[in-house]
């Protein structure tokens, strides 16, 4: 990062911290709800007549206002955002008109289910356990199909995120030990489901807490977890992480244009029983952590 980005993020964070000001810094725009898979732990994608996609024009207006708003991150979102299309217009569209408006980073989130070709400063790609498990949750052939797509992706700032929930949570250090062994994955970001729709794939706190204490042990190993120790140590308790959450940093805007000033899970009401590894980042983040700090750098280093 440059020193006039630098410049703005302690700008900011002493507009919000000191003055009581509530800015986004990352915005997350779910650019469409359509998708090529049906995960089983997915709350967003619709089918049919209920697929919402946001226009080019409209996408450039959620940018500028959520800018103007103070955002500098964002985070292109689905459904599957390499499915989006609006005439001429793609995914890199909109990463070029994300820089040409002043974001200082652009990120994709995808299911890695199509050709990584897409250039922003960050991907993310999902990883939901090793291939028994991630099938289970995501379709047969969709953990080939992802292999394939990251071994012919040139891109050199790709990382993946996993949702742990019952169905894989018994795969979290083989994953984590293949990330560490893959040349062409850079770090892992570990989250817990959390129930928009159900519990039936919601670890138990015993279970989590196992989890966490097995990850604090790779951190500490070196293998590339993205959470810091002092989130993962916070996420014992959900409502330690709800009673500090800073969801504000991140505003977000779904696919039919509905706007929100924090994460959805705050409108949903489980708070309480957040899963969301960012959820503790950004709660550390507002305090300044070192561990967090570092986290986050070394995760947009190649950015």
């Known amino acids: 990062m440059g020193f006039s980005e630098n410049l703005y993020y302690a700008k900011w964070f002493f507009d919000c911290k000191f003055r009581g000001k509530r800015k986004p810094l990352q915005s997350v725009i779910f650019i469409t709800d359509r998708c090529n898979l049906r995960c089983v732990h997915c709350n967003v994608v619709k089918e049919g007549p209920e697929v919402q996609t946001r226009s080019y024009a409209q996408i450039e207006e959620t940018l500028q206002q959520c800018y103007d708003a103070g955002s500098r991150i964002v985070d292109f979102e689905g ?21 040409r408006i002043g974001f200082h980073t652009t990120t994709v989130t995808t299911n890695g289910q199509l050709p990584i070709t897409v250039k922003p400063n960050l991907i993310w790609v999902s990883l939901d356990g090793m291939e028994q498990a991630h099938d289970a949750t995501r379709g047969n052939g969709s953990w080939r199909r992802l292999m394939d797509n990251i071994e012919a992706c040139e891109f050199s700032n790709l990382n993946v995120n996993m ?17 560490g062994d893959h040349p062409k994955i850079k770090k892992i970001s570990l989250s817990f489901y959390t129930p928009y729709e159900g519990r039936d794939l919601l670890v138990d706190r ?79 983040l507002f305090k300044l952590h070192p561990e967090m700090l570092k986290a986050g750098l070394s995760v947009r280093a190649s950015s």
Not at 83 to 93: F, K, Q, V
Not at 254 to 268: H, I, K
């Open 79 to 99: 459904g599957e955002p390499l499915l989006w299309r609006d005439g001429p217009h793609n995914i890199d569209s909109l990463i070029a008109l994300a820089k």
């Open 163 to 179: 949702t742990i929930t019952t169905l894989n949570y018994k795969d979290v250090e083989d994953v984590v030990r293949f990330v």
């Open 206 to 284: 015993a279970t989590r807490n196992e989890i966490l204490e097995l990850l604090l042990r790779l951190k500490r190993e070196g293998l590339p977890l993205m959470n810091s120790a002092a989130g993962l140590k916070l996420m014992r308790d959900p409502l330690k992480v709800s009673a500090g959450r800073q969801c504000w940093i991140s505003n977000f805007v779904v696919a039919d244009g509905t706007r929100l000033n924090a994460c959805p899970g705050e409108s949903a009401g489980i708070c309480d029983e957040c899963g969301f590894g960012m959820g503790a980042e950004m709660a550390l």
